[in-house]
C-alpha cells in the first residue's frame, strides 16, 4: 500500500471561453452564462498529508523522488495510460513542509515523456505549470502531451499522479485525486476562420489544446459502406517523378502511406498502387490540363478554364457543369498527381472535386448506402511541388532528408483526408482569444489534417515525424465508413 504521508494536487488555471456567435470569443476566469471551461494549464503543488510511516521525518536529509503521471478519459472504470515521468529530490523541511525539487544537483531534470503511440503521437497537449514552493523547476512551464484518445461519450480526460519517495509509492492515482480535463469546445468556426458562417460554420471541435472536428465537411451524415471494398491508392507517375528519389525511396513512400491509412481503420485493406496497370487506370480518367488532373469527360470548352480556376484557388466557381462532365470512381479509390506551383494559403495539395450530380446524394456520392458507392470526380488529388521555398518541395528543403518521406507521405494522406470529410485541426489560442490553423508558439500539431505550413511558416524547424489520423478524425472515420 503507499504510504500515503504526501498528497500531490493540481491548481486550477482553466479560463471559460464565451462564445460571440460569430466564431470569436470571450474568455474569463469565472463562469459565465453559456461559458464552457477550457483548461489550457494546471499548477502542481505537494502537501504533507500526515498519515502513514514516517518514509520521510521532518528535517531528514532529501531522498530521491519520482511523479509519474497518469491520463485516462473519464468513464465508468477508466483505464489510466502512463504519460511520463519526472525525477527529482523530496524532503520534508523543519515544520513539516513538503519540497520536490527537480533542480537537484544544480540543474534541472527534466521530464521524460512515455515512448509509446498514444503519446510519442499526441498533439494534445497541456501546460504544466509548478508552484515553485513546494514542486520546483527551471523546466518552467512544462508541456504534456496526454493521450491520443477519444470516446463520443466521454468527453473529459482525467490528469492522474502518482508519488515515489526512494521507489517506493506514497501517494497513488486515486489517493491524489485525478482531475477534470474537458475536451469539448462549442461554436468554433471551420478553419478557425470567424464572421462567415457559410463557407466556416460554428462546430463543436474535441481535444486539449489541438482540436478536432466531427462532422463531416463533404458527405452528409450517411454511412458509406467500406464492407468489402479495398483503400486504393494510385500514385501517378507525376508524383513518382517529382518526388521520388535517393531521399524519397518508393517502398518507403508507400509504406509509410499505407500505414497512415492502415492507423486510420482501414487495417490491411489498403494497397498503394503505382504500376503500369495502375497508371493505366489513373488514365482512363484523368487527363492533365497544365497539370490539373481533371476528368476525361469533362467538355472541352471548360478544361482550360476549370484548371485556370483551380490553380488560381477558386475551384471552378462560375463554371455550369453538366453531370455528364464528371468520371465516377469507387469512392475508396484515390488518384494522386503532382503538379507545378504552390497552393494559398496553408496547404500543400489540393483535394479530390466533387460535383453533386443530378441523383446523387450526399456532395457527389454516388450510391452512399449500397455496396458499390462511387465518387462523380471533376478532378483528382494533387499534391503541389513548389520550389525551394514553396510547397513541397520548401517544405523539404527546410527538414532532415530523413523525413522526407514523412511530408509527402503525409501530405497525400492529407489530401485522402479530405475525401473522407475531414475538417483541419485548429489550436485553441487562449493569449489571443481565437482558434488558428497554425499552433501558437511552442505548442505542436502533429495529426494528419493539420497545417502544412507549420514546416513552412518555421525558420528552424525540428523533425518531421511520420502524422497519423487524430482519435477524434479516427472515431469519424470508424463510425461514417467501417
Ligand atoms: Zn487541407
Known amino acids: 500500500m503507499p504510504n500515503n504521508a504526501f498528497r500531490l494536487s493540481f491548481i486550477d488555471h482553466s479560463v471559460y471561453v464565451s462564445h460571440t456567435g460569430n ?25 504533507a498529508n500526515g498519515a502513514g510511516a514516517n518514509i520521510l521525518n521532518p528535517g531528514d ?70 508552484d515553485q514552493k513546494t514542486v520546483t523547476s527551471v523546466n518552467f512551464p512544462m508541456r504534456l502531451s496526454l493521450p491520443w484518445q477519444f470516446n463520443a461519450a466521454a468527453t473529459t480526460m482525467l490528469l492522474g499522479t502518482e508519488l515515489f519517495v526512494d521507489g517506493t509509492s506514497v501517494a497513488s492515482v ?39 472536428a466531427r462532422n463531416n465537411a463533404q458527405l452528409g451524415s450517411q454511412k458509406i459502406r467500406f464492407q468489402g471494398h479495398r483503400v486504393r491508392v494510385v500514385l501517378h507517375q507525376s508524383v513518382i517523378t517529382r518526388f521520388v528519389g535517393t531521399n524519397v525511396p518508393l517502398q518507403s513512400l508507400v509504406g509509410a502511406i499505407e500505414a497512415t491509412l492502415q492507423d486510420a481503420g482501414f487495417g490491411t485493406n489498403v494497397d498503394v498502387q503505382h504500376n503500369a496497370a495502375a497508371q493505366t487506370r489513373a488514365n482512363a480518367v484523368f487527363m492533365p490540363i497544365n497539370g490539373v488532373p481533371v476528368s476525361v469527360n469533362m467538355q472541352a470548352a471548360h478544361r482550360s478554364s476549370f484548371a485556370a480556376s483551380v490553380i488560381a484557388g477558386t475551384g471552378g466557381a462560375g463554371i455550369t457543369f453538366q453531370d455528364t462532365e464528371v468520371v465516377n470512381v469507387d469512392f475508396f479509390d484515390f488518384f494522386v498527381y503532382a503538379v507545378s506551383g504552390d497552393p494559398s494559403g496553408d496547404e500543400l495539395g489540393r483535394s479530390e472535386m466533387l460535383l453533386p450530380i443530378t441523383g446523387s446524394t450526399h456532395g457527389g456520392i454516388v450510391g452512399a448506402g449500397g455496396r458499390n458507392p462511387q465518387k462523380a470526380l471533376l478532378k483528382a488529388i494533387e499534391i503541389c511541388v513548389g520550389s525551394s521555398t514553396t510547397g ?56 494528419v489534417m493539420g497545417p502544412g505550413s507549420i514546416v513552412l511558416g518555421a525558420s528552424n524547424v525540428g523533425p518531421f515525424p511520420a502524422e497519423f489520423f487524430g482519435p477524434v478524425h479516427v472515431s469519424v472515420i470508424r463510425d461514417q465508413f467501417l
Do not use: W
Open 23 to 47: 466564431g470569436n470569443f470571450n474568455k474569463s476566469s469565472s463562469p459565465t452564462s453559456g461559458s464552457v471551461k477550457v483548461t489550457n494549464a494546471v499548477e502542481l503543488t505537494l502537501t
Open 61 to 130: 536529509p532529501a531522498k530521491p523522488g519520482r511523479i509519474d503521471f497518469f491520463a485516462a478519459l473519464k468513464t465508468r472504470n477508466p483505464t489510466f495510460t502512463k504519460i511520463g515521468e519526472l525525477t527529482g529530490t523530496i524532503q520534508l523541511k523543519t515544520g513539516g513542509v513538503p519540497l520536490f525539487d527537480c533542480k537537484s544537483a544544480g540543474k534541472d531534470t527534466f521530464f521524460v515523456p512515455d515512448k509509446g503511440n498514444l503519446i510519442a503521437r499526441s498533439d494534445f497537449q497541456l501546460d504544466l505549470q509548478f
Open 174 to 212: 486515486a489517493q491524489n485525486k485525478p482531475f477534470d480535463l474537458p475536451m469539448r469546445h462549442t461554436n468554433v468556426p471551420d478553419d478557425g476562420v470567424p464572421n462567415d458562417p457559410t463557407d466556416h460554420p460554428l462546430l463543436t471541435f474535441y481535444g486539449i489544446g489541438r482540436l478536432y
Open 392 to 447: 513541397v518541395g520548401g517544405a523539404l528543403a527546410k527538414i532532415i532528408t530523413t523525413d522526407h518521406v514523412n511530408l509527402v507521405a503525409s501530405t497525400i494522406c492529407h489530401e485522402i483526408g479530405h475525401s473522407f470529410g475531414l475538417r483541419h485541426s485548429l489550436s485553441f489560442d487562449s493569449g489571443n482569444t481565437k482558434y488558428t490553423i497554425n499552433p501558437p508558439k511552442g505548442k505542436t500539431s502533429k495529426g
